[in-house]
């Protein structure tokens, strides 16, 4: 939306999915922008989010994806808290810690249909909320 359409000053999108302490998920799509186009920002997100049901990301998004989840998963090894992070989780949770040694791995083996089944699952009858924030008139 950004890249194509000049319309929001930047934006990300990130999402989890946890187990416990009962299993959820979460998607949170951030966009900001003025006031003036936010409709237009929404029905190009909802295109958009229906083309990737459809159709599944293409490879050059996946490998962007990828990319930056991989950049984003070295940096963390330098930083105590994401090692505190695993370490709580398993204490806690009961999570295996060592699931992280492997993340590279499954971060590319991460295929555009596993995606796409995974935004049709969670997508399609999900409850949303959309918020939209306007400035003080």
């Known amino acids: 939306i950004r890249e194509e359409h000049a319309l929001i000053y930047g934006g990300s999108m990130s999402g989890y999915a946890e187990e416990v302490p009962y299993g959820s998920y979460n998607l949170i ?3 900001p922008c003025g006031p003036e186009n936010v409709d237009q920002i929404l029905e190009i997100f909802h295109t958009e989010m229906d083309n990737l049901i459809k159709n599944g990301p293409t490879k050059a998004d996946l490998e962007k994806v990828q990319k930056a989840r991989l950049e984003s998963f070295r940096k963390g090894l330098e930083e105590n808290s994401r090692w505190l992070a695993y ?14 040694m492997n993340l590279e791995q499954r971060i590319n083996k991460g295929k555009a249909k596993q995606i796409q089944k995974i935004l049709k699952d969670v ?7 959309t918020a939209i924030l306007l400035p003080e008139e």
Do not use: H, L, P
């Open 29 to 31: 799509t951030q966009m």
């Open 87 to 100: 370490i709580v989780n398993e204490n806690a949770w009961g999570s295996n810690a060592k699931n992280m």
């Open 123 to 129: 997508w399609v009858d999900a409850d949303k909320i």
